[in-house]
């Protein structure tokens, strides 16, 4: 059943919880006398409290719980209408001209995947430049994350919301309250970024690049601050540290919490996932240094930094990058493409197929052999001990073919519209994982600019449905969803 009122309600709450964010650019562009920019924050600010106002007002009743369906619904709209009143400050303020334009950077803040149109960031004022990282910031936990751990106001109802912006392999609660679990999660996310900041600090940056850093690398949305990303640093220091919380920003959150402050770190590798999620980097890892080694001019500390990096940014879905990897070997970028897949794990920030999911098929395909070896044996999947039930299985499988055929779709419409197979494979796979970077002539973050329009509102959905998963996006768009009963 649906509620209309309460939906509503949801979201215009949402948007005043936006225009709350978008207060700090308007701190920043008075703290850098910006003043060419702040009549955009205002009007911006100013319709997303009054259409936040207005929301509520129309959607006010007592009822305060919301179903299942509500949540889908919260969790789609929010995502969309944030990223059509986040785009206001960059279309208004003219730093971005053309409304697809704006509307597509926002959704690739949002959405973590931290892809642009635009050329020269150098360009931008600080406030802009921060607002994007902040769209990202706010999207690596997700939006209506933020509104369940903030404004706790939905009575038990707030489990579905939950529900609808976790989709997939759901770990156990780390406290009764959904609420409570989402609180210190934010508390932990929050804590690594300040963490982080200081690190950067220490290594060299200024504060304003330290902090946007931070903010990119726990939300694994790979926006920096400079046109020439974390090359502009020259510093190994910089990248070490950066790789360091990129790998935890991949990591569960529930795992950060047992490790952090119930202070159990043994439970990181007792986790099957987190297992998965290491041995991938790690392999990886060594299968591309020792090609860089053999291949380019490079020291073994500089193939292994520069290794460990990309591999590290792409299966966590940051998309930062060091070097333009599409000059390397294509047997190289190849492998950094297959990174690209796996992702990292449930429960982070990050995007991708998660490492839960491929560990689960990779146990499916070895019990299939053992099947077929002995076809009358009763063998069950497990994984890290448990058993894993035939629905999970089932569910594994539906997101995989999901998930492969949304990249295919996205392969074949690039195609259409004359991008080579090396080109269209990249942005489809980097949209769908929100990585960012593609391959090819768009291995950068950045240069999505000479792109048809159609071509970039195609990406925006890629981007909603592979940052929601799939189903949270798609079921909307089934017959099914919309019956009574």
């Known amino acids: 059943m649906l509620h209309p009122k309460v939906i509503l309600r949801i979201i215009g709450l949402l948007l005043q919880l936006e225009a709350l964010f978008l207060t700090c650019s308007v701190a920043l562009s008075l703290y850098y006398n910006e003043q060419n920019i702040l009549s955009a924050y205002i009007y911006t600010i100013a319709a997303l409290v009054g259409s936040g106002l207005l929301l509520t007002y129309i959607g006010y009743n007592k009822e305060r719980n919301i179903s299942r369906k509500d949540g889908y619904i919260v969790v789609t709209l929010c995502w969309v209408i944030f990223s059509l009143y986040g785009a206001m400050p960059y279309y208004i303020s003219g730093y971005i001209p053309s409304i697809t334009d704006a509307f597509f950077e926002t959704m690739a803040g949002f959405t973590t995947t931290g892809a642009s149109v635009v050329v020269d960031f150098d360009e931008f004022p600080r406030s802009l430049v921060f607002w994007r990282i902040m769209t990202q910031w706010i999207g690596g936990l997700g939006i209506v994350f933020f509104t369940v751990a903030v404004l706790p106001i939905f009575g038990l109802g707030d489990l579905h919301l939950f529900a609808a912006e976790t989709i997939g392999i759901a770990r156990a609660k780390l406290h009764p309250r959904i609420s409570v679990t989402a609180r210190w999660i934010m508390t932990i996310y929050v804590c690594l ?8 600090k220490l290594a ?72 998965t999620y290491i041995m991938v980097m790690a392999v990886f890892t060594l299968a591309i240094g020792t090609g860089l080694y053999i291949t380019e001019d490079m020291s073994v500390e500089s193939s292994f930094r520069t290794s460990l990096f990309q591999v590290v940014s792409v299966v966590t879905t940051t998309g930062f990058s060091t070097v333009n990897y599409s000059q390397w070997t294509p047997v190289l970028w190849l492998l950094l493409s297959a990174a690209m897949f796996v992702g990292a794990c449930s429960g982070s920030t990050t995007g991708g197929m998660k490492s839960i999911r491929v560990a689960v098929l990779g146990r499916v395909m070895e019990n299939e052999f053992k099947r077929i070896v002995h076809p009358n044996a009763v063998i069950p999947v497990r994984l890290g001990g448990k058993i894993i039930s035939e629905q999970i299985q089932s569910a594994v499988m539906a997101f995989t073919l999901l998930y492969v055929g949304m990249v295919v779709v996205g392969i074949f419409i690039n195609m259409l519209f004359g991008l080579n197979l090396v080109d269209a494979y990249g942005l489809s796979l980097s949209s769908v994982s929100n990585v960012g970077p593609g391959l090819g002539n768009y291995s950068s973050a950045n240069a999505m600019s000479t792109l048809p329009d159609t071509l970039k509102w195609f990406y925006c959905f890629q981007m909603l449905v592979g940052r929601l998963e799939f189903f949270a996006v798609l079921l909307l768009l089934t017959p099914v969803f919309w019956r009574r009963q």
């Open 193 to 200: 970024t300040l963490l982080e900041a200081i690190c950067l």
């Open 204 to 275: 060299g940056m200024g504060y304003f690049d330290a902090i946007c850093h931070a903010m990119s690398t726990m939300s694994t949305g790979g926006i920096s601050t400079k046109s020439d990303g974390i090359s502009s640093f020259n510093s190994p220091t910089i990248e070490y540290i950066i790789t360091v919380f990129m790998i935890m920003g991949g990591t569960s959150f529930s795992l950060l919490y047992l490790a952090m402050f119930k202070r159990r770190p043994q439970e990181l590798f007792r986790d099957a996932e987190f297992r």
